[in-house]
């Protein structure tokens, strides 16, 4: 009895915290999406229904920057767990600074997304262009804009993704390393034939991550490039934003949000699934 007594102690607190800070929002902003509101309290609210669910798909910025999320996060996705990958067979590999390289590279991930984009904004408008001898600025075209995003996302993802891939290389046993050396296997081979299928639960964890953490970018979105130029950079958290706060219209943007939440869930049910998939397989 004591110790369920404790039990519940150390619980209700955390659970109390939960519900005050997740559960009870997220359904207030299920009840807001079928509502007129503007933010401002003390105005009248009015059920609309669907409404707002309706204009979303009607809505072109909407649409816009749905598109845009989809092509950067694919391309930061492929960009992160490859440079995170190549960093991780690079630090298992056996030299003495290999620790030291390790830190150094996973030390981007803990600089705030805010911070870390006015950083590199002051890099792409003012070094490079210095650096490579042109006026040509990196974030005043759409293109090269989203390949700003994704660099930055790279350089601050990639050591947190090499992480995971370290991890998964230690676990290879390395007698089958051995033996394919001996056998005359270059590096190259080993790491087709061996290290590729044996990290291929890594692959599957990584890449699922990376796809979501890159839907639901928005501080170094807003930092980095504020959706310019004229939004074609904006990604899909930050256009909830903007309808939110900016344009006043709360009812619409936590649709906006409600159905950016039920994609996000569908990518991570399928990451499960497939994460356990391959557990059983194995």
Do not use: C
């Not at 079928?34 to 809505?59: L, M």
């Not at 928005?218 to 900016?246: C, H, Q, W």
């Not at 906006?256 to 497939?274: E, P, R």
């Amino acid at each position: 009895m004591k110790k369920h007594v404790l039990f519940w102690s150390f619980l209700t607190p955390t659970l109390a915290a939960f519900f005050l800070v997740v559960i009870i929002p997220f359904f207030v902003g299920i009840y807001y999406s079928f509502t007129d509101w503007n933010g401002i309290p003390g105005k009248a609210i009015s059920w609309i229904g669907s409404s707002n669910y309706s204009k979303i798909f009607s809505d072109e910025q909407v649409i816009k920057s749905f598109w845009v999320t989809i092509k950067y996060s694919l391309l930061a996705m492929l960009l992160i767990n490859v440079i995170g990958f190549s960093l991780a067979l690079l630090v298992t590999q056996k030299f003495r600074t290999a620790n030291l390289l390790r830190t150094i590279f996973f030390m981007p991930n803990l600089i705030g997304g805010l911070i870390l984009g006015y950083v590199w904004r002051f890099v792409f408008i003012k070094i490079v262009p210095i650096i490579f001898n042109t006026d040509m600025n990196m974030l005043a075209k759409s293109s090269t804009a989203i390949m700003s995003l994704a660099i930055v996302s790279t350089w601050q993802m990639g050591g947190y993704i090499m992480i995971i891939y370290i991890a998964a290389i230690q676990g290879i046993p390395q007698e089958l390393l051995e033996a394919a050396k001996i056998d005359g296997a270059n590096a190259w081979q080993r790491t087709k034939a061996i290290i590729f299928p044996l990290v291929a639960p890594a692959f599957t964890v990584s890449l699922f991550l990376t796809l979501s953490r890159s839907f639901m970018m928005y501080d170094v979105n807003v930092s980095l490039t504020n959706g310019d130029p004229a939004r074609s950079t904006e990604l899909i958290a930050m256009e909830i934003i903007t309808k939110s706060f900016k344009e006043s219209n709360f009812g619409e943007g936590q649709a906006q949000a409600v159905l950016f939440f039920v994609i996000i869930a569908i990518i991570s049910i399928i990451q499960v699934y497939l994460s356990k998939k391959r557990e059983l397989e194995m």
